[in-house]
């Protein structure tokens, strides 16, 4: 679409009187170009830059949390290769995550048809590339839907945000229910803006019931504007039993078959976190500070428009009715559209238990009220004549070029200072494809560094993870006592759910083929310098990693500022170790 020149940059579609504010979807596609006249990129060129970016972070991304990796990475794990790390969760004495939301990403794997199974670390990326693939499908409906009630203004300021921040970086590729919720808000707040509304309530339903029970909060909206705006009662009525239907019974179902009893694990979860004396807070609470940090680091300027779109927009569209009589904001649209952000920022942001991974559902809706604030704030701009001097564009010009430095910024940062906890494992395949490892399996250990193991997919065939004795007091995950159904109904005596330590889970260091280290400069009684034992430990392989304790300026240590950021910070050395008692053998046909 050509753009007219001082043309008023519309936020969403006038409405006449007594019209509702969401029309027939056919209706808008035809009085499309009424709705905006901005130029607005395709949804082919919009699933480009968005693949693209989804696949830098299939590549480049960290695995952050440790939850990822022993909640999800390990049970899926175990389910293709019939050994891996089981935490309490998963016992079924508690039984408060489910199998079905494993299972449905072990059907993941079908698409290669078996051919990369041998190698479990192309396996791993190729799962992630496939979120990736999700996330963008998902992005796209988000788009269509925000083009068609928004206009293009709105959505082409969207795009910039959904391909540049970095939360979207760190999220898209996530092995997390949090993640798999993030899509679900992705996708239902599309169809709902596209007047899909059958389809938005199922999309609601599966966040919640295979992803994460709380996210049906973020249908509360949804909920109203169906039952109280709409009184569509049976239709609601209807849709909600469809999802009983082809979502809760089959994971209770699946669930059941796993665990060896009837579960249904979206209750647990939820008994756990709101019913038990100590709940989630035993692993640490956080400040509300915490969350706004989190929030600006991974949104910077866009996630303080975000929070203050609620005072913003109404004074922006009052000031505009104020000037202009006839003029009728569309507040019900906006009103509806930002305020699953809101129930979800009033519910987490009061919690003492705060998590980062705790806010990836509502980024998507963080982009869309940031880019409503600077379309409205656009908006205001016009209605006053100032695009007679300089053009609106100038203003999300200055707003996008300002969060795109910084989140690239903040993105590189990450890569820089965290990545090599992913980089010693391929040295680790070469090894194995030289050893003998045919009638043992290889331990590779770590002690301290146990919460940024990525997977199991990371280690070669025969090579098993090993946890040794550190100055960590919690409760570790242990490894499934069999494989397959018989590990998955195992009741281990030895899990609690109070974090309580559980010495069982070490092993001798001395047993140890390899180790896996981070040798930050300081040493304590059960977390020694192991690369300076010489006599027992021999460097493989060494890369940067950051000291966040000895990195004092926390701007430099969150930003990456070309020179500035290896100068101003302080790095450790993340280590791949190899005994120099436990030797493997070479294979007879290897030269090294």
């Known amino acids: 679409m050509k753009h ?11 409405q006449k009187e007594g019209e509702e504010y969401v029309e027939d979807a056919k209706d808008c596609r035809k009085d499309d170009s009424k709705i905006s006249e901005v130029w607005l ?17 299939a590549l480049m991304n960290n695995v952050t949390d440790c939850d990822e990796t022993y909640n999800y990475w390990e049970p899926l794990h175990h389910l293709l290769y019939g050994e891996g790390f089981q935490t309490w969760e998963y016992s079924p004495v508690y039984a408060i995550r489910s199998w079905a939301y494993i299972c449905l990403h072990s059907m993941l794997t079908w698409a290669h048809l078996g051919f990369l199974n041998e190698n479990k670390l ?5 799962i992630r590339m496939i979120f990736g693939l999700v996330c963008t499908l998902c992005e796209i409906q988000f788009y269509k839907g925000v083009s068609l009630r928004f206009g293009n203004n709105v959505a082409r300021i969207l795009l910039a945000l959904m391909v540049l921040g970095t939360g979207m970086f760190i999220s898209s590729t996530a092995f997390l229910p949090s993640t798999f919720c993030m ?39 949804l909920a109203v504007d169906i039952l109280i705006r709409r009184r569509k009662y049976w239709f609601f009525t209807k849709w909600c039993l469809v999802a009983i239907a082809t979502m809760l019974l089959p994971s209770f179902l699946i669930d059941s078959f796993f665990y060896g009893k009837p579960v249904i694990a979206s209750l647990n979860i939820l008994t756990y976190n709101v019913f038990t004396e100590h709940g989630p807070d035993i692993y640490g609470t956080e400040p509300l500070s915490y969350y706004v940090i989190n929030g600006f680091l991974n949104f910077n300027v866009a996630f303080l428009l975000a929070l203050s779109t609620i005072v913003i927009v109404p004074i922006c569209e009052v000031i505009i009715v104020l000037k202009h009589a006839g003029y009728r904001p569309p507040m019900l649209l906006i009103s509806f559209s930002i305020a699953p952000m809101y129930i979800w920022i009033l519910i987490f942001f009061t919690r003492p238990h705060k998590e980062e991974r705790f806010l990836f559902p509502i980024y998507p809706l963080i982009c869309l009220s940031s880019a409503v604030t600077i379309a409205t704030l656009q908006k205001l701009y016009g209605f006053f004549k100032f695009h007679r001097y300089l053009s609106v564009q100038w203003i999300a010009a200055l707003v996008l070029t300002i969060y795109g430095v910084i989140s690239l910024s903040r993105s590189f940062a990450l890569f820089n200072a965290y990545h090599g906890s992913m980089e010693l494992y391929p040295k680790l395949h070469h090894i194995a494809d030289k050893a003998d490892t045919s009638e043992t399996t290889v331990r590779v250990c770590m002690g301290k560094e146990w919460h940024r193991f990525p997977s199991s997919f990371l280690l070669p065939n025969n090579f098993t993870l090993e946890l040794i004795r550190s100055e960590f007091k919690g409760q570790l995950p242990a490894k499934f006592e069999a494989p397959g159904l018989e590990g998955t109904r195992a009741e281990p005596r030895h899990f609690n759910d109070e974090n309580l330590e559980e010495k069982s889970r070490y092993v001798d260091v001395e047993t140890c083929h390899f180790l896996i280290d981070f040798n930050h400069g300081e040493e304590s009684t059960h977390e020694p310098i192991y690369s300076q034992q010489q006599d027992n430990w021999k460097i493989l392989k060494e890369v940067d990693f950051l000291i966040s304790k000895k990195s004092t300026s926390s701007l430099h240590r969150a930003f990456f500022v070309p020179f500035y950021f290896y100068e101003r910070n302080d790095f450790g050395k993340y280590q791949l170790l190899q005994s120099r008692t436990n030797l493997l053998k070479r294979k007879p046909d290897s030269n090294t």
């Open 122 to 126: 192309l396996v791993f990326y190729f």
């Open 183 to 221: 899509f679900g808000t992705f996708l239902f707040m599309g169809l709902w803006l596209q007047e899909k509304l059958n389809l938005a309530i199922l999309t609601v339903a599966a966040s919640a019931i295979i992803g994460w029970p709380f996210s049906v909060a973020l249908g509360i909206p």
């Open 41 to 57: 990129p395709n949804s082919n060129t919009a699933f480009r830059l968005l693949m693209s970016a989804n696949l830098c972070s």
């Open 4 to 14: 007219k020149k001082g043309i008023y940059i519309k936020t969403a579609p006038q």
